[in-house]
């Protein structure tokens, strides 16, 4: 645990608000610097008071600062107004833990009205389950600077195989700092971490004294910090850079004499994508996992994972396979660091006596503890630790854990009796494993109620005993709490979610510096802090017409470009169907058909690789998205040496059929980040018919303006996107009659196809439409796709007589920056009344090096400082930097004050004569 030097919460200090809000020491008391914030910009800047201490008059009193929280369009200093000492620990260095009781939140720029909503939020949450400490970093468990020295080699051998770039931007350090984020604006205006920031955890501290024998006395400190990235209550799984929800370490510590020993465990959920079920492809799952397993190593240089998944429950049985299946993929690449066990709950967890716990008890001889004697040598290392994890009834995880602190206690207790320290015989377990239990029961209760009320409610349904008997540890104020965020209202969860991502820093207006000039600027020259790729985008849209898959298809012949310089693979793939089922109202009531589009699926992939082979290509194509809808499905496959470029991944359906009813119509979209450059694909079925011009035109502009993937904070708009593309039936027709329509596509020379193009409905719109400006699409070198008569290449003959059309399309929005279109082709296949349209692009990504930008950001600030501060020479601001603001101010009000004077003796004597 490192040592910092912070404000000492028996100092208070002094917040006057006014256009420059100025935060310094009260009654004079060191450190002798004084904060001055700029509200409108956030400009901080820092004063050595030291030469002539300005002793503040009035003005909040508080006991420190958290940080800036933006709750547009609103400024607030978040501070820290009530604490309470919960613990005091002396060895093997001082540390005491205080409890934020009571913040507030200063407003520091009001330009709109005030979210008062959010902002009683924020105060009610941070009453109770906020520590910190001012002598050491609270965040870092103590026995973290007592692992040896060989991590880093270790760290080495774990990481061949994650590609060095991917490492750069991954950040693991301060997982457990809550406000880190909220500092943003000190570190950009090189604000010391001392005396300003304070390092608070959210989680749980007790503590209890008890005796071992007749006069022996020890002191058992419970430490659990909760991590902040997927700490919210809707969170669940694992996020891109291996963050995964419910993530808590728990720190055991002991006090015996002049000897210190600590114990940690942790938890947290299956590191996997899931929700109600998994949702991305094994492959795109190896990322996440690898860089969770490597930070985890990195902490605690070896771990047992504890899987309390109950495999008689369907879904929690694909789960434990799926996770096995990681595990098993990976234990090469971790090599001795990483284990795993299967735990069955009922049978092992729940029984009474720990003696029968053969399972726990096997993993628990594995772990060992740090002890620090009362010479201050360390005389045992914890060189491994168990992560246990259930799925939403967090108790498993809870009643495990205390199982397992209770054997490794009596290790404890045997080894120190070893040495002498304490008398084994005379340890009344009886009297000591109720008070450790009741222990856990508190530190349980509060981390279930920080992981969510639908995990304690899952739990009440259960078994009300246990319920009752965790609830009844927790204090009033908490029960005030907990009724608050156990509303069955969907709002107030939204509420509580969004207030605790104001808290970590996460929301979308918890920005940097509030000048909107330094982050466009930073956005304009994204190219200085970013290393420029290229990729080769392939897109295939077919209507198969309700057909069963048939060799016809030919998926290897149809993903092939007719130009032969382009017969490279792809290092992206996206194929759109629409129709993969008819769409009688069987099929639209039943929806998607997973049979049919798992048997797609694998013929792609089976062509794709396929094609790779050809090539002597060294890699293989996976699947990493999918989604379907009624008859739609869109497909993403990358090569594997790409997974590692691929993050956020989210798909949505939006049904336009029937009014919004039925997914027959609308589209089918998926969403990721390649590299640092958003990109999302919509593969869409609007309506068909030539006098519906209007509903597709709707349908269209509802996509593009109104379609929104992800969930909460996830969410992405469709437009926020850098590259898009729009794919699919579009259903457009040409306004011609069906004999010349025919006659012009059967002849297709230069007049006719220029005739169609003139004639062609989306063309048409697209020079009155303003939301179709961007659009943008290659040259139409190619007949109509649509109608042809079954098998064969003869348009429509049946009694319809549907003009031929360009109805299947590839199309994207302007970005000349990073789209450049290589082909735009059909594929001659017969299999339905339409044909394949195939097109490959040439892709521009950004990946940014975050330490680059970072510092440039930071220079930026700078400037922007020093112009602030030069053009302000006579403000108070330049006054109460150079120290002389007090004085000068008192010297002007003084002879300001003389000058009336005399004026009004004047005035008084010419009054008299």
């Not at 002793?55 to 820290?80: A, M």
Request: aromatic share 10%; net charge negative; hydrophobic share 35%.
């Amino acid at each position: 645990m490192e040592d910092i030097d912070v404000a000492y919460p028996e100092y208070e200090w002094i917040v006057e608000l006014g256009r420059l809000t100025k935060i310094s020491p009260a009654n004079g008391q060191t450190p002798k610097k004084a904060l001055f914030i700029e509200n409108k910009t956030l400009l901080i800047q820092e004063v050595d008071m030291s030469p002539s201490p300005i002793e503040p008059e009035g003005g909040y009193k508080i006991k420190g600062i958290l940080g800036i929280i933006q709750i547009f369009p609103i400024s607030y200093l978040l501070v820290i107004k009530e604490h309470k000492l919960v613990h005091e620990i002396t060895i093997p260095i001082r540390m005491r833990i205080y409890e934020i009781t009571e913040v507030d939140l200063l407003i520091l720029d009001k330009e709109g009205e005030e979210n008062v909503e959010y902002k009683d939020a924020i105060i009610k949450i941070m009453k109770f389950g906020f520590y910190y400490s001012p002598d050491v970093d609270l965040t870092h468990r103590i026995h973290g600077d007592f692992n040896h020295s060989d991590r880093e080699e270790r760290k080495t051998e774990l990481i061949k195989d994650i590609p060095k770039e991917n490492l750069e931007n991954l950040d693991n350090q301060d997982k457990f700092w809550w406000n880190k984020r909220l500092y943003q604006n000190f570190e950009l205006c090189g604000i010391a971490e001392s005396p300003w920031r304070i390092r608070m955890i959210r989680g749980h501290v007790g503590c209890e004294e008890m005796l071992l024998g007749i006069s022996t006395q020890m002191n058992i400190t419970l430490i659990s910090r909760k991590a902040t990235l997927m700490g919210g209550i809707i969170d669940t799984g694992i996020d891109d850079d291996g963050s995964v929800s419910h993530y808590v370490e728990t720190e055991q510590c002991i006090e015996i004499g002049s000897n210190f020993i600590s114990f940690v465990m942790v938890r947290g959920a299956v590191p996997c994508f899931y929700d109600t079920e998994l949702i991305r492809e094994f492959e795109m799952h190896d990322p996440a996992f690898k860089y969770h397993v490597k930070s985890m190593i990195e902490d605690y240089e070896k771990v047992i994972c504890i899987n309390l998944l109950d495999i008689n429950n369907p879904y929690e049985f694909s789960l434990t396979k799926f996770y096995e299946f990681l595990v098993k993929e990976n234990l090469d690449a971790f090599k001795d660091c990483l284990r795993y066990k299967l735990i069955n709950y009922k049978e092992e967890v729940l029984k009474d006596d720990i003696e029968k716990n053969k399972q726990l008890t096997a993993s628990a001889e594995a772990m060992k503890f740090l002890w620090i004697t009362s010479e201050g040598s360390v005389k045992k290392t914890q060189k491994c630790a168990p992560r246990f994890n259930c799925l939403h009834n967090l108790h498993r995880s809870n009643e495990c854990q205390q199982k397992i602190s209770l054997i490794v206690l009596k290790k404890i207790i045997r080894a120190l009796h070893d040495e002498y320290v304490v008398d084994e015989t005379q340890v009344k377990w009886k009297l000591l494993f109720p008070k450790i239990e009741a222990m856990y029961k508190a530190n349980q209760a509060k981390i279930c109620i920080e992981s969510g009320c639908h995990c304690i409610a899952s739990k009440k349904q259960e078994d009300d005993g246990y319920f009752q008997a965790m609830y009844s540890q927790i204090t009033s104020i908490e029960k005030y709490f907990y009724n608050f965020v156990t509303s069955i209202q969907a709002r107030e969860d939204n509420l509580y979610q969004e207030a605790l991502e104001y808290i970590r820093g996460l929301n979308m207006n918890q920005e940097g510096v509030a000048d909107n000039s330094i982050d466009k600027k930073l956005f304009e020259e994204e190219q200085k802090y970013s290393r420029i790729n290229r990729y080769k985008f392939g897109f295939l849209t077919w209507n198969l017409a309700g057909k069963n898959y048939d060799k016809k298809m030919d998926f290897y012949r149809t993903l092939h470009s007719n130009k032969e310089t382009l017969h490279e693979p792809a290092d992206i793939i996206f194929v759109g169907f629409q129709e993969t089922r008819k769409l009688n109202a069987f099929a639209i009531l039943k929806g998607a058909s997973k049979t049919r589009s798992d048997r797609l699926k694998q013929e792609v992939l089976v062509a794709l690789n396929k094609i790779a082979r050809k090539h002597d290509s060294d890699f293989d194509y996976l699947c990493f998205a999918e989604e379907s809808m009624c008859g739609q499905l869109i497909l993403g496959y990358c090569k594997s040496s790409i997974k590692w470029k691929i993050s956020k991944i989210a798909m949505t359906k939006i049904k336009q059929g029937f009014g919004g009813k039925t997914g027959n119509k609308g589209a089918v979209v998926i969403r990721f980040n390649l590299d640092n450059t958003s990109m999302i694909v919509a593969n869409a079925h609007l309506e068909s018919g030539k006098k519906h011009l209007a509903e597709r035109l709707f349908q269209f502009k509802d996509i593009k303006e109104n379609c929104i993937v992800g969930k909460g904070k996830k969410s992405y708009k469709f437009e926020s996107h850098k590259c898009k593309f729009f794919i699919g039936d579009l259903n457009f027709r040409i306004n011609l009659d069906y004999e010349e329509a025919k006659s012009l596509a059967q002849n297709f020379m230069p007049d006719d196809k220029k005739i169609l193009e003139e004639k062609d409905q989306l063309n048409i719109a697209k020079a009155t439409e303003e939301y179709l400006q961007d659009i943008r699409e290659g040259p139409l070198n190619f007949r109509p796709t649509y109608k042809y008569d079954d098998n064969s290449d003869v348009y429509d003959t049946s009694k319809k007589l549907r003009a031929p059309a360009w109805c299947d399309r590839i199309l994207w929005f302007k970005n000349e920056k990073h789209i450049d279109q290589l082909s735009y082709e059909r594929k001659e296949n017969q299999f339905s009344d339409h044909r394949p349209v195939l097109s490959f692009m040439s892709v521009l990504t950004y990946t940014h090096d975050s330490k680059l930008m970072r510092e440039l950001k930071q220079e930026m600030v700078r400037e922007r400082k020093e112009e602030y501060f030069r053009s302000r020479r006579d403000s108070y601001f330049s006054y109460a930097v150079t120290g002389k603001f007090e004085e000068d101010n008192k010297r002007d009000f003084e002879e300001d004050e003389i000058e009336e004077s005399q004026e009004t003796e004047n005035q008084e004597s010419e009054n008299t004569v």
